[in-house]
């Protein structure tokens, strides 16, 4: 049976974290995998995540299984947090799930469930392992336009145009905020522009949100989900902490359904809560109740947002001294985006080549489409960058 196993396709972003990790030379630069790192280098565990844990030990009692749904104080706190006074939890049925990437395969599996015939309509380009799932899974995908590599900015005219021809009970895959992997985001105006189109078309909107607080802040990020949450009669969001908390290991994440009325809400949750129990039973509870913790604890949550709130603010300053380092270098704005940008990553819109020129010649890992992870640069390390750049000749 086992030698009849073949290669799988590699992902493209574990590939290059592999490739750098084998790389002898001292002077190289990690701009590949999204995780966050400080001017050190370290991907530190969070202030409040490291109190919280520690009144976990000494208060937890047990460790039996908690519900299939996990824990509901931790979907409500997080209701609150993404969705804000736009949550009706009389029509959102939610499930804890092993991270983000658990929460999309989930929401994924109900939608098959709930309608074999729907298609998913994904952004070109979007995050790698979004089509990855959606093709292991066999459910039918097209793509939209999303990201303009000549302005480096969205295309909202190709957007809108390729949206308009999705069907009543398709579903429109957004990235809530901080859009994985070019940085360029929808203005609060476009977001309305998006919701007119669905209640027009009768599509679904399937909100990925796995970088709250990393772009205009905590509140600003969730513009998009909140309004749709108030116009759409359905709607799946999927949730990552691995980021805003740095508890990517813990793997914590949420699905929540937004349904039309509570009779559907209850089936809804019932369907989840079987969906768990297929695919891993409960839920991992670790993560997701430091992070309930720290949401429901005044202190600890004042104190993590203050430190969400550092990261964010480095990360823009990271990206000003970018864009000016190559405005001096270039004479030119062209490399403006970068500051304009929102979220970990942008994508510098050069060539494959000069990817690989980037990092045989410079020690300079980005991935393939030249994404870049802001967080991976420090003070130090922009100008090299830059100079980098300019020297490959884009
Ligand atoms: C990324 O896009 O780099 C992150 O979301 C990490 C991952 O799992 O790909």
Redesign the pocket.
Known sequence: MLTNLTPQPA?K??ALMQMFREDPRKAKIDL????YRNAEGVTPVMRAVKTAERTLVETQGTKAYTGLAGDPAFAKSMMGLILGDAVDADRTAAIATPGG?GAIRQGLELMRYADKGATIWLSTPT?P?HPSIVKYLGVPMKPYRYFDNATRSVDFAGMLADLAEAKAGDLILLHGCCH??TGANLTPDQWGQVADLLEKTGAIPFVDI?YQGFGDGLEEDAFGPRLLAKRMPEMIVAASCSKNFGVYRERTGLLMALAPNAEAKAQTQATLNFLNRQNYSFPPDHGARVVQMILDDPAMRADWQSELEDVRLGMLALREQLAGELRQRTNSDQFDFIAHHRGMFSRLGISEDKVTQLREEHGIYMIGDSRM?IAGLNKETVPLLAEAIVAVGV
């Not at 590949?32 to 995780?35: A, L, S, T």
Request: glycine letters at 14%.
């Open positions: 992902d972003i574990l590949g995998v999204g995780v990437t995050w392992n994985n992997p796995a992870n």
